[in-house]
């Protein structure tokens, strides 16, 4: 699924808490394709960091970008304070607001909260305008579609018609919606239809938002994912600590190449 990427793409990644493809980590950056601008749903994490230590990274747009409980992510810090990568601040609200408008085929998408926060001050590319259906002075944010080229995230389970169970991560659907082509790693693939189960339909990605679906078991290793095991704080807190040089993070990313081959 790498090889569906190329130079320039604009990906769309998740929450370290929603279902993050680290299993895609590696195959991405054997891959080599660069100049890539990131959107992070609404924060990013390891999966980023990796990316951006790898030099693929052109921007990133994020709320925020940390390793959790294992701090600050090494790669990136150093990247912006190097000036090596675009950083395209971010909220939540606004992500998932860019978002909807490219699901609804919109320019764009009004918001509040926006107003009277610095964060406008970095972000040319958000119009605030008057309220046209108010007589008073009433300003408003215009958030710009978000159309993403690809979607990247892991799941629990899908059906053996692509059907994606997701449950109550609906980032990863509008993800999706967003996203020309969306590519999902999973635990497993089931035998029954998960859209005609009416427990699990709720939660189900239809598959025609799925472009393609690979098995990869603990794909979203060290990161947890929802209902099926924990995260490795170790693991983390053990990258966090290799990757704060740029020696580091390369020895750290060749020993686990070597574990994989073996």
Not at 96 to 110: E, I, V
Not at 121 to 132: C, F, G, S, T
Not at 149 to 165: E, K, L, S, T, Y
Request: hydrophobic share 50%; with cysteine.
């Amino acid at each position: 699924m790498a090889e569906r990427i190329v130079p320039g793409m604009r990906l769309a990644l998740p929450v370290d808490y929603a279902g993050v493809s680290m299993a895609m980590t590696r195959p991405l950056i054997e891959r080599g394709a660069g100049d890539l601008d990131l959107v992070c749903v609404p924060t990013g994490g390891l999966q980023v960091d990796m990316l951006i230590g790898a030099g693929l990274v052109r921007s990133v747009e994020t709320s925020g970008l940390s390793l959790g409980e294992a701090g600050g992510a090494p790669r990136f810090n150093q990247a912006v304070k190097d000036g090596a990568i675009v950083i395209r601040d971010a909220t939540c609200p606004a992500i998932h607001a860019g978002l909807m408008a490219a699901q609804k085929g919109n320019p764009f998408t009004p918001i509040r909260g926006l107003i009277g926060s610095d964060v406008l001050a970095n972000r040319p590319d958000w119009k605030v305008i008057d309220n046209p259906f108010s007589a008073e002075p009433d300003p408003i944010v215009l958030i710009p579609a978000i159309h993403v080229d690809v979607a990247i995230f892991h799941a629990p389970m899908a059906d053996r018609a692509g059907n994606v169970w997701i449950g109550r991560r609906r980032e990863l659907a509008a993800m999706a919606y967003a996203a020309r082509t969306t590519l999902v790693t999973v635990e497993r693939i089931v035998d029954h239809n998960l859209l005609a189960d009416e427990i699990t339909a709720a939660g189900v990605l239809p598959a025609l938002y799925v472009s393609d679906v690979a098995v990869a078991e603990r794909g979203a290793w060290p990161y947890g994912l929802w209902g099926e095991y924990g995260a490795d704080t170790a693991e983390l807190q053990r990258y966090a600590k290799a990757a704060r040089s740029a020696e580091g993070f390369a020895d750290y990313m060749r020993a686990g190449a070597l574990e994989a081959a073996q």
